[in-house]
């Protein structure tokens, strides 16, 4: 991005207000426990900080790439994650925690090849449904290649296991889809077999059968898999409308599991109340909404695929967090983005962001924002009136009949 004055303000904001929420969080419900585990009550501020520093470098530098430059490194990029995914699963190559294997030591540092995987498909799925965009009406064509490259690539998250970034991808798998005008008798068609196959995949392991079971009945479960979901609503319930105040939570004291990771949020309701865990969404709110808003007047259709498919990636994500911290959905072990405790989670967050101010950046450049249309989520027939020497391209179709 050539221009400073190009970047959204808004959506800087709302990152930069979630980032300086989670370093805050952190800290407050990381603290005991780093001193009881690590000896050292810093120990997991110390690092988040670290790392939220790297992302912020991170996003600096995708900010100042045009995105249009990311195209060439669309199938090099695939194939490093599909080959990073390969060797998580390689025995004493991958590193199991929690009874999952999800991470590669590099340096010291536990890197998640999941997390490389969300960029890479995003922009896999933004680059082929452009060049495939004359045929995008067809099954073999329009459907078909995407299903099985992106399939390839949730099927080895899936073994890991990681069901909750699975379900995250193929979600975000369909949303492109449709964005990019794929006929809505073929998405339905995907719909009617891929909600089926979920279930089979759901009921097929012992431990997420578990996790539903507890979701639906906690306190039939209360000592053992419905634990830490009544350990979220305590601290919810105890937060009131206003809270108890920064640092005063009483769950992270070894109650709550995952307190300054997945279940962060469940601090942040108790310190700080509901006005607290709606702030955090409403920032949420904002960062997807604008983001999806100011990208559907992308120059092209690679940057609003590219653009919107990051926006509610991230914002997907937050939300399933969300239900899940508060019993809508069954335990995922998916981080609150920008807030959870996590190395390159943060930094891969970050660094997507920075490609989506690129897009922001350069549709600033291009168009009168107040001609965006006010609804985010409809593709209008002009996109903005272009300033003085741009090319207004052709209107992209929704959701083909």
Known sequence: MSRLRDVDPILLSAVLALLAIGVAMVYSAGAIYAADVRGDEMFYIRRHAVFACLGL????????????????????????????????????????????????????????????????????????????????????????????????????????????????????????????????????????????????????????????????????????????????????????????????????????????????????GEEFGLLGVLGVLALFAVFVVRGVRICLGAPDLFGRLLGIGLSVLVGLQATINMAVVTGLLPTKGLTLPLISYGGSSLVLTLAMIGILLNVTGQTRRRTVLDDVPRNPFRIPSGLGRPRAGAVPDAPVPVGGS
């Open 57 to 268: 470098t991170a996003m600096a530098v995708t900010a100042a790439i045009p995105y249009q430059n990311w195209r060439p490194w669309t199938y090099p990029l695939l194939l490093l994650v599909g080959v990073l995914l390969v060797l998580v699963l390689v025995p004493r190559v991958g590193v199991t925690m929690g009874g999952a294997t999800r991470w590669l030591r590099v340096a010291g540092i536990h890197f998640q090849p999941s997390e490389l995987a969300k960029l890479s498909l995003v922009l896999y799925l933004a680059y082929s449904l452009e060049k495939k965009q004359s045929h995008i009406g067809t099954f073999a064509i329009g459907i078909l290649p995407h299903l099985l490259f992106s399939g390839l690539i949730l099927a080895l998250i899936l073994v890991e296991p990681d069901f909750g970034s699975t379900m995250t991808l193929a979600a975000i798998l369909f949303i492109m889809m449709f964005v990019a005008g794929v006929k809505l008798r073929h998405l339905a068609a995907l719909l009617a077999v891929g909600l089926p196959a979920s279930w089979l995949v759901l009921m097929g392991a012992e431990y997420r059968r578990a996790r539903l079971v507890a979701f639906m009945d906690p306190w039939a479960h209360k000592a053992d898999s419905g634990f830490q979901l009544i350990q979220s609503w305590l601290a919810l319930r105890a937060g009131g409308l206003f809270g108890t105040g920064m640092g005063e939570s009483s769950q992270k004291l070894f109650y709550l599991p995952a307190a300054h990771t997945d279940f962060i949020l469940s601090v942040i």
